[in-house]
């Protein structure tokens, strides 16, 4: 089984940044998902397992910055934060291809809150 662990969430103003990270117990296509109240989860951004390649999903783009190190931890760093930003990010993996198609494992998740 695939430990995935996240951290970085909080309270943030609009226009603010928060920086979030995820570290998985081995080297795998990596990505963000968030799940708004009483919403689906939604996919925001995801970098293949080597790094050489990462989406964003359009609501994010030019905002949200997905990057991971040679090991096993990805981050997400999220700037010019907006209210409809907030939702609870959870970090995905997928041990199966190359870059996410399909998440097989989950992290908990971490709250990010943004609010005046």
């Known amino acids: 089984q695939v430990q995935v662990v996240e951290s970085g969430g909080g309270l943030a103003q609009p226009g603010g940044s928060l920086r979030l990270s995820c570290t998985a117990s081995?080297?795998?296509?990596m990505g963000w998902y968030r799940q708004k109240p009483g919403n689906e989860r939604e996919f925001v951004a995801s970098i293949t397992y080597k790094g050489a390649n990462k989406y964003h999903a359009q609501a994010v783009r030019g905002r949200f910055t997905i990057s991971r190190d040679t090991g096993n931890t990805a981050y997400l760093q999220l700037n010019n934060l907006k209210p409809e930003d907030t939702a609870v990010y959870y970090c995905?993996?997928?041990?199966?291809?190359?870059?996410?198609?399909?998440?097989?494992?989950w992290g908990q998740g971490t709250q990010v809150t943004v609010s005046s």
């Open positions: 081995g080297r795998y296509a």
């Open positions: 995905a993996v997928d041990t199966i291809n190359w870059r996410v198609e399909r998440p097989d494992y």
